[in-house]
Every structure is written in structure tokens, then in C-alpha cells.
């Protein structure tokens, strides 16, 4: 099986790195290229092309980039980097047509629409969507951090998740011209934070929370969501600093899984037939600040350690580590 890794150069990680997981259990890192703390990726499925975020401008005052990343040959070819103008880039995603590639940038709370043509090269910046407010947080809310992107399944609906206004801004794209319309806004819990929403089907969604480490169960209809129930991360009485980061679901759609960096441990829901949540467990990650995991399976994570080595682990009545990757300052695990 292989992966592609994010990993912080500047903590001493690669950059990407496509790395392997032998069915023996033999882990090698294959190919590199530094690209500078790439900290979310996301696969073509048209090409053998990898789009990644990238914290440094190509030009002075460019904010941040975001690249394309050959994977055709023996090597990884940078393909394509073009500045995102919003600064501090931090997740991306294509359109179902892979024509537009979509990137929130966290530090000034925009989200940037550049155009992708057919071998997978980025063109230049075509639309800045400005974020504008703040929240409550006296420090991490002081302005928007759009942070996560993703389509409400069926539609062109596209949400970005901010952390400093605490909202999920939902815009109508239009599909010729990529160009993004806001079209509604889903206020969450005062101080909440959030960072990443997944949906399990058309109807229910989950919306993990950075600041306040709390998940939402949210139900969606026509673009409009609305919060159904807000749970914690964390074990009663734990009053150390955390913050919530990963959101993953098990195929089957029955667990939810999400990863609290500080108190080092993933926390597992349970998920009813009609998309109601209730606690199971937390589970520890055996390593440092987990800022993503993935499943290989239902009962197989591997999970990204920012400030140690990744850990691959069997999930089941427990977490338990098979065994320790040496591969450091995972931020972002792709599954090819």
C-alpha cells in the first residue's frame, strides 16, 4: 500500500513524501520533494498528479502557494506553484471536474479560486473570497481563519469551515467558471473553533472543533445546516491546553473518530442508523500532538504525529501500535 505524507521541513520533515506499507509490515519512504510545509494534499483522479498547500509565496507578499506535484516518473516533478494571496494556505480541494482547485487560507481568512487544466498545472489566481468578523476567543478568534473545504454531497455547494468566526459558510459554485457566491452561513457554538466537517450521507454531518475540542452532529437540507447535538473530546476533568484537529468516519458509517492534540488520544463515537452520535471511548495515539490520521481500513489507522513519528495501529475493542514508522512531523496522510 502506498501514501503520500505532508510533513513540516521546517521541524526537519521532507516536505511530500510518498512512502509504502508492505503487507509484511516493511515501511520505506520512496520519493521526496521539499516542498515547504505542505500541510494538506488531496490526489487527482484523472492524473498522477498530487495538489498540495505550501506555507511560502513564490513571490514577495504572494501569502502562501499552492502546487502540483508530478508523480508520474522515478522522481516527484514540481509541476506548477502559484500564490495564493491569502496568507497562510492550509487546506485545498478540486472541483468534481478537476477544472478549479479551491484553498483556504487560515492566517488571513480567505479562500482562493485558481484554474487547473488538463495535465494538471495551476493557473493563476481568479478569485479572492475575503472573510470578514471574528468571534469570541481573545486569541484565536480575533479575525477569520478559514480553515477546511469540502462539497455537500449531491450539489455545487462548497463549505469552508472558519475557526475565528466560528461559522461553516456555505457558497453556491458555478460550474463554468469555478467563481464562488455565498449562500448561506451555519453559526456554531460560541468559541467553538471549527476546523473540519465531514458528511456521513446526504443528511447528517459532523463538525469537529478546534478551540473548545467538541464535535457536532449537524443534519444539512438544501445547503442549511442545522446542529443537532455538541459532545466532548476530552475525559471529564481534563483541564490541560487541547485542541481537536482530524475527523474521520469508519466505512460502515457507525464510527466516528477524532484526534485531540495535547491530550494525545483519539476520541470514538458511535453513530446510529439516523445519525445520532453517543461517546465510546478515547483511545490513545502512542505519540505527540496527532494532527491526521487515516484509515487503511476499519481496523487499521495511521496516524501523524506533528512532533514525533507516524504510528500505524489496529483499532478495535482498543487501539493498539503495531509498530512505530520512522517518518517525522506528519500533518497530513494520503492514501493512494
Known amino acids: 500500500m502506498k501514501f503520500v505524507i505532508g510533513s513540516y521541513t521546517r521541524l526537519g520533515g521532507h516536505g511530500v513524501a510518498e512512502c509504502e506499507l508492505t503487507a ?40 502562501g502557494s499552492v502546487a502540483s506535484v508530478g508523480m508520474a516518473g522515478k522522481e516527484l516533478e514540481l509541476l506548477s506553484r502559484v500564490d495564493t494571496v491569502g496568507v497562510g494556505p492550509c487546506h485545498l480541494i478540486l472541483s468534481r471536474d478537476e477544472r478549479f482547485l479551491y484553498c483556504a487560507n487560515y492566517f488571513s481568512g480567505a479562500v482562493s479560486v485558481f484554474p487547473v487544466d488538463e495535465q494538471g498545472k495551476i493557473g493563476e489566481l481568479i478569485q479572492l473570497v475575503q472573510h470578514e468578523g471574528h468571534s469570541v476567543h481573545p486569541e484565536r478568534q480575533t479575525g477569520p481563519h478559514a480553515h477546511q473545504l469540502g462539497y455537500i454531497p449531491g ?34 457554538p460560541k468559541g467553538a473553533g471549527p476546523r473540519h466537517l465531514i458528511f456521513r450521507d446526504l443528511k447528517n454531518a459532523y463538525l469537529a472543533n478546534e478551540v473548545d475540542s467538541t464535535v457536532c452532529h449537524l443534519t444539512c437540507t438544501d445547503g442549511i445546516f442545522t446542529l443537532q447535538k455538541t459532545l466532548s473530546t476530552l475525559p471529564e476533568g481534563f483541564d490541560r491546553k487541547n485542541t481537536v484537529a482530524a475527523i474521520r468516519l469508519t466505512s460502515d458509517g457507525r464510527t466516528l473518530l477524532v484526534s485531540n492534540r495535547g491530550h494525545n488520544s483519539i476520541a470514538r463515537f ?8 453517543a461517546p465510546r471511548d478515547i483511545l490513545p495515539t502512542f505519540g505527540d500532538f496527532p494532527r491526521d490520521f487515516n484509515l487503511i481500513d476499519d481496523t487499521t489507522l495511521l496516524i501523524g504525529h506533528q512532533n514525533g513519528n507516524m504510528v500505524l495501529a489496529s483499532l478495535g475493542d482498543s487501539l493498539e501500535k503495531i509498530r512505530e514508522l520512522e517518518l517525522k512531523t506528519a500533518v497530513c496522510v494520503t492514501l493512494e
Open 270 to 277: 458511535s453513530l446510529t442508523a439516523d445519525g445520532d452520535m
Open 155 to 188: 450539489t455545487n455547494l462548497i463549505w469552508c469551515c472558519d475557526l475565528g468566526l466560528d461559522a461553516v459558510m456555505v457558497y453556491q459554485q458555478d460550474i463554468t467558471t469555478g467563481m464562488l457566491m455565498l449562500q448561506s452561513r451555519f453559526d456554531a
Open 24 to 63: 509484511a509490515g516493511d515501511f520505506r519512504v520512496l520519493r521526496t520533494l521539499a516542498l515547504p510545509n505542505p500541510t494538506w494534499q488531496v490526489l487527482s483522479r484523472k492524473n498522477p498528479v498530487l495538489f498540495s498547500t505550501c506555507s511560502d509565496p513564490v513571490h514577495p507578499d504572494g501569502g
